[in-house]
């Protein structure tokens, strides 16, 4: 029901209109000047309200430029025995939704209050369904984050259990993933790339060999130098890691990057023996990790080179084998920034 104020210091005006108004079914109120016409907004709130201009004291234009500082939406209607061409545009600028001419008109007004009542109606749908929008969308937002954190955790476990598996097959290396995807995020904070290419960068060096699964554990062990058509399954296992890795739903710039991670810059690396501008960004930051990390490790072939061998060799090879922005890069972290080799589990940041 619209709930409509009747405001105007004449008795009769006041108790003719709030008839027409209850007869017409509207809870009708009324004020005899506005501050009477103060009290009953602070406690009702009304719809519509019905005031005169000319009072004791305050007057009506008063009245509604005090209640459009605090509603924009509560409807008022000025009425007036003195009606001009400026008391219309006065009540019109001061926020009035509709201008009535003394002595009233039952049919105008009530013409006018069904006007002003619908567009109050309209106007509370409407932030209603806002309001409703907007716990939607905070719901909604709830759900997908917690989907997001739920997927996210079940990548991680599968990310890990991958670079298990690698290890368990290839226990001479264990933590070699671990520790290069450590070292490949570190390389590209120091080259102050994005945190999401740093994030991808540590979920694919913590799988880059997930290919050796398909190597034989005897020739992964194998002590001493492997035979040519040994050391050629080896080369394999990249080329196997982005094909197991492509039919997985994942950013082709996982899969990419291991495929090319033994790649280098003249041509000479493999699985596809591409030149430095073929090569990924990621992916040259993932070869001068990967190379860094197993000479500074013991193989089964030969014993831990260490941390001079390992910057000797990509330093001596910038430009050539490695891309030298990389070296640059990996060199002062070590040198200046004093960096060690990281072997933790890192929680992993999937950057859908």
């Not at 008391?87 to 209050?113: E, F, H, M, R």
């Not at 298990?164 to 790339?193: C, F, W």
């Not at 990419?256 to 430095?276: F, K, M, Q, W």
Request: aromatic residues 6%; glycine residues 6%.
């Amino acid at each position: 029901m619209t709930k409509v104020l009747i405001v105007d210091d004449e008795a009769s005006i006041r108790i003719t209109l709030s008839e027409f108004l209850i007869r017409e079914g509207y809870d009708t109120d009324t004020a005899a000047d506005v501050m009477e016409a103060f009290d009953r907004i602070a406690n009702k709130a009304y719809d519509v309200i019905v005031t005169d201009i000319v009072m004791p004291k305050i007057s009506g234009i008063e009245l509604l430029a005090n209640i459009r500082k605090k509603s924009e939406k509560t409807q008022v209607i000025i009425m007036t025995g003195e009606p001009t061409v400026d008391t219309a545009i006065q009540a019109v600028q001061s926020g009035a939704s509709d201008y009535l001419s003394k002595p009233i008109n039952k049919q105008n007004l009530l013409k006018a209050v069904g006007h002003a009542g619908h567009i109050k109606s309209l106007q509370d749908e409407k932030l209603a369904l806002e309001k409703e929008n907007q716990r939607y969308q905070k719901n909604l937002e709830v759900q997908v984050n917690e989907r997001t954190e739920a997927l996210r955790g079940a990548m991680q476990s599968i990310v890990y259990l991958l670079s298990s598996v690698v290890e368990t097959r290839d226990p001479y290396t264990a933590g070699h993933q671990r520790r290069v995807g450590n070292l490949a995020a570190a390389i590209a904070t120091k080259m102050k790339l994005d945190t999401r290419t740093a994030d991808y960068l540590r979920v694919i060096g913590y799988i880059h060999d997930i290919g050796k699964i398909v190597i034989p554990t005897e020739i992964l062990a194998k002590p001493g130098k492997l035979s040519r058509l040994e050391m050629e399954m080896i080369h394999t296992h990249s080329l196997r890691g982005y094909e197991m890795l492509e039919k997985v739903d994942l950013p082709a710039i996982i899969e990419d990057t291991i495929l090319a991670h033994h790649e280098r810059c003249d041509g000479s690396g493999y699985p596809n023996g591409l030149v430095a501008e073929e090569i990924s960004g990621e992916a040259h930051i993932l070869i001068v990790a990967d190379v860094v990390e197993a000479m500074m490790s013991h193989r089964p072939y030969r014993p831990m080179l260490g941390l001079e061998a390992a910057l000797s060799e990509i330093q001596q090879n910038a430009g050539r084998l490695y891309q030298s922005e990389v070296v640059n890069a990996c060199v002062s972290l070590f040198r200046l920034d004093h960096y060690e080799i990281d072997d933790t589990e890192h929680e992993i940041s999937f950057p859908f």
